[in-house]
C-alpha cells in the first residue's frame, strides 16, 4: 500500500497544481460574473464576481495542507488508542482522502471554468456519484485501517 500511497500524494499534488494553473490560464477570458454554486444535479444556481475562483483554489489548498500536515503527525488526530499505533495505515488513509478531495475540487474547478467559458451548463453527471464515490471511499479506507490494526496484533 505504500507505493499506492505515493502515488496519490504524487496525483493529489497534481491536482492541487492543476485547481491553480487551469484558471489562470483563462482567466483573463472570464466574464466579470460566473457561477460560483452547482446544486445537487450539478446545474448552475449562483453566480458572483470571477476572482472568487481564487477563493476555491484557496480552500484546495488550505485542506491539502491540513492532510499535509496530519500525514507528518497522524498522532494530532482523534484515533482509538488501537489504531493510533499503526501510523502507516493512517498515513496510507489521509494520502487517499486527499487525493479524492483533490479530485473533488479538480471536477469542480473543471467544470466552473468550462462553464464561464459558455462551453456548458452545467456538471456532466450529478455531483451526487461524487458525493457517494467519497463516501465509498472513506468506508474502504476505514475497513483498511481497520483490518491492518488487526494484521498488527496478531504480529505483535
Known amino acids: 500500500m505504500m507505493m499506492f500511497a505515493k502515488i496519490f500524494q504524487i496525483l493529489s499534488i497534481l ?9 489562470a490560464i483563462y482567466f483573463s477570458e472570464f466574464p466579470s460574473i460566473i457561477p460560483v454554486h452547482f446544486d445537487g444535479q450539478g446545474v448552475v444556481d449562483g453566480f458572483g464576481s470571477k476572482y472568487l475562483i481564487w477563493v476555491e483554489a484557496a480552500v484546495a489548498t488550505i485542506l491539502f495542507s491540513m492532510c499535509l500536515f496530519i500525514y507528518l503527525k497522524p498522532q494530532i488526530i482523534n484515533l482509538p488508542d488501537v489504531m493510533k499505533n499503526n501510523t502507516q495505515a493512517i498515513r496510507n488513509f489521509i494520502q487517499v482522502l486527499c487525493f479524492v478531495i483533490m479530485l473533488v475540487f479538480g471536477l469542480m474547478m473543471y467544470y466552473g471554468v468550462k462553464i464561464s467559458l459558455g462551453n456548458g451548463e452545467g456538471f456532466s453527471f450529478p455531483p451526487g456519484l461524487i458525493i457517494g464515490f ?9 475497513i483498511y485501517v481497520g483490518k491492518a490494526n488487526q494484521k498488527r496484533k496478531t504480529e505483535v
Open 15 to 23: 491536482l492541487l497544481l492543476f485547481v491553480w494553473i487551469y484558471p
Open 134 to 142: 467519497m463516501y465509498l471511499t472513506v468506508i474502504g479506507l476505514l
